[in-house]
């Protein structure tokens, strides 16, 4: 089965709020190896104006893998994860994350491409926090790969 392309468009429902941790965020920081002290030190992020530990700007893709997981769900979709090759990332901020946060994410598909037997997903994933604010919003472009 090949991606659907009437994908494009889509909006699906919001995820279940995730609350953001101190320790996540230090489990975050230390696994993609960000040193600065604002997300390692709640100290540290208060002093520069913050109200918790700041996760690192790559973060939100915890909170955007439930709205891709709801994606890749989708009985009409047409997406065989295991032929699945992440193929780009990007991040729009109104504002940083930080511990407490409770954020939501809801994904629209914003783009299907087939380029031979091959197709490309783009979904752009808003995530909003409890008072419904932007926080940012998660760019994603997953590359299926078609038979060989």
């Known amino acids: ?3 659907n ?7 699906l429902p919001p995820t ?5 941790g101190r320790e996540k965020v230090r489990e975050f920081a230390r696994a993609v190896v960000a040193t600065n002290t604002i997300h390692l030190d709640v100290e540290a992020a208060r002093a520069a104006g913050h109200s ?7 973060f939100p893709v915890v909170v955007q893998e439930k709205a891709l997981a ?3 769900a989708e009985p009409d979709a047409g997406i065989d994860f295991s032929r699945v090759v992440h193929g780009n990332q990007r991040f729009t901020y109104t504002r940083a994350v930080v511990a407490g946060d409770e954020l ?6 914003s783009s299907v ?7 490309m997903v783009t979904a752009d994933t808003v995530i909003t926090d409890a008072s419904g604010e932007h926080v940012v919003t998660a760019i994603s472009t997953l590359v299926v790969r078609g038979d060989e």
């Open 1 to 3: 089965m090949s991606v």
């Open 5 to 11: 392309p009437e994908l494009q468009g889509r909006t």
């Open 16 to 20: 279940e709020p995730y609350l953001v």
């Open 52 to 58: 918790d530990l700041v996760a690192p700007t790559t």
């Open 70 to 72: 709801q994606l890749l």
């Open 104 to 109: 939501t994410a809801q994904l629209t598909v």
């Open 113 to 119: 491409k087939t380029l031979g037997a091959h197709a």
